[in-house]
């Protein structure tokens, strides 16, 4: 068949978070996101607050957001999305997908998350909609069995990830320890993290 007059779509992939801050398993499953994904540019989007998570964040939006942006700025395909953290309240996938088609219209987009989340598919909100929006990337977390689609009109892939064994919250108990995990954190993070008196963690954040 020839497909000269139907040239392959960009792919868009988002990556969102709290990136608590962003840690080596992140960047390992956005590297694999963009390779297993065929995606042309991926968006790291660091939520300003995550709608099923109760903990307050440790580090404020706008130093989540910065460290996002120096892990970016050392991989080509990746770029920090501040749609979230702009808006400065909690913002569900659909909001941010709507905003991103907008912005990307000749793009096909894809929305990278684990397996546990996306057993929930059918709680989120307006995923009827989002799923005519979007085609998921989906990876294990943990010991995890890899769901079956949880919605017939779903469309995804499994990424067949290795299991990265990094807890962010373990991450983030080891900082308030006042060690910093050198071998969880890329290296821009930690440098972020001292440059900017981030750690030692302040008493405010702790």
Known sequence: MDNANNPRRP?????????DPLHLGHLK??????????????????????????????????DR???????CHENARFEACPIEIEHRKLRYTLDTVKELSEQYTSY???????????????KWKGIEELIDMVHFLVFARGSQQLPEPPLPAVRMTYME??????????????LRSGTLPLDKLPPAVCSYLTEHNLFP???NYS
């Open 11 to 19: 792919r868009l992939g988002l990556f969102g978070g709290t990136f």
């Open 29 to 62: 499953l956005a590297q694999l996101a963009v390779q297993k994904g065929n995606l042309d540019k991926l968006l790291l989007c660091p939520a300003y607050q995550a709608p099923l998570r109760a903990e307050t964040p440790l580090f404020p939006a706008s």
């Open 65 to 71: 957001f910065a460290m996002v942006q120096t892990v």
């Open 108 to 122: 096909d987009l894809f929305v990278i998350v684990g397996a546990d989340q996306f057993n929930q598919l059918s």
């Open 161 to 174: 990830n290795p299991l990265i064994d990094l807890s962010s919250t373990t991450i983030r108990k080891t």
């Open 201 to 203: 963690l302040p008493n």
